[in-house]
């Protein structure tokens, strides 16, 4: 439409489709014509009913972030809970999933044990790896793409598993808790609670869970770090916790606080990367080569803030 009269006859074909009961139709052909795009302000009754729960906006760091990102997309998903169809596969969302649950399974397992990743010998690294994966994915029959799946899956974990033990030889510090969750129920740590206002009387209240916690006690003090396991490609800078787009690491240094009282320094926040490193190079090399090539990479990626005190 370009502010142009309409004619009499499109008029008539309007109104008969009304009349004669294709308004849904019709309205649909001819909703552009009448939208002011004007979007309405929510009440603010309407988001405390949609969003808070006793008067908390309860919830994970990551939505922080996601609110920060797209104030839309937050109110269709969090709000609306909107939700794509879900289809059958195992894409990178499933394989990190399994590789979260497989090292968790093996962090508890040595937790029991009263050991650390640098006691496993290499012998012992493989056969664990594979229980853990059997625990995850189930022992039953598998066909070829299950089978090729296992195996991939089974070869980054191991790989996986293999730097862990190295990084864990190279360090002072052990590891304390795995999976230790913060504000989800009574066996958890307590969450973190961010007050609204003086004038509202409304908090957010974040809870999570942290992949792993390491402690160290020696000379220095007492210090603890916290890891969060990753299998993408998941950095952080220190504009992006500034603007509050990178909020998880910090959130999960704000736990450890809380929860032991200051009673332990806070070491540092890091990543650590769950998949098999892949490794370019200019030439053909042989199987011994690559593998040298390999070990020369770091244990645990440079992507990490240290928060000391």
């Not at 962090?107 to 290499?122: I, M, N």
């Not at 490193?277 to 990479?297: G, I």
Request: glycine share 8%; aromatic share 12%.
């Amino acid at each position: 439409m370009k502010g142009d009269s309409i004619a009499s006859t499109w008029w008539s074909l309007y109104n008969w489709g009304l009349e004669s009961g294709y308004g849904g139709e019709v309205f649909f052909a001819t909703r552009g014509m009448f939208d002011s795009n004007t979007v309405p302000r929510i009440e603010q009754s309407i988001v405390r009913g949609l969003l808070l729960r006793s008067d908390a906006l309860t919830g994970s760091v990551t939505r922080l972030e996601r609110y920060h990102r797209c104030p839309y997309s937050f109110y269709a998903q969090y709000a609306l809970r909107l939700a794509p169809r879900k289809v059958k596969s195992f894409g990178a969302p499933e394989i990190g999933t399994f590789l979260h649950d497989t090292l968790r399974y093996l962090g508890e397992y040595l937790l029991k044990q009263g050991r650390q990743w640098r006691d496993l010998t290499e012998e012992e690294q493989e056969s664990l790896c594979r229980e853990a994966a059997d625990a995850v994915m189930g022992t039953e029959e598998r066909d070829a793409y299950e089978a090729q799946l296992y195996t991939r899956l089974t070869s980054t974990l191991s790989a996986t598993v293999a730097r862990l033990v190295d990084w864990s030889k190279k360090s002072e510090f052990s590891t304390t808790e795995v999976e230790q969750s913060f504000g989800m129920g009574e066996s958890s740590w307590y969450p973190v609670c961010i007050p609204l206002g003086k004038n509202y009387g409304e908090s957010i209240v974040l809870r999570g869970q942290i992949d792993r916690v390491d402690e160290y006690r020696g000379p220095l003090g007492h210090y603890a770090a916290v890891i969060d396991y990753k299998s993408g490609g998941t950095t952080v800078r220190a504009d992006e916790i500034y603007y509050g787009l990178k909020l998880q690491l910090m959130t999960y240094l704000l736990a450890l606080e809380k929860n032991t009282q200051d009673r332990i320094g806070t070491a540092a926040a890091l990543y650590t990367y769950v998949r098999n490193l892949q490794v370019k190079l200019s030439e053909v090399v042989n199987h011994r080569r690559a593998e040298e090539e390999k070990n020369r990479r770091p244990t645990v990626e440079k992507q990490w803030i240290l928060c000391r005190r």
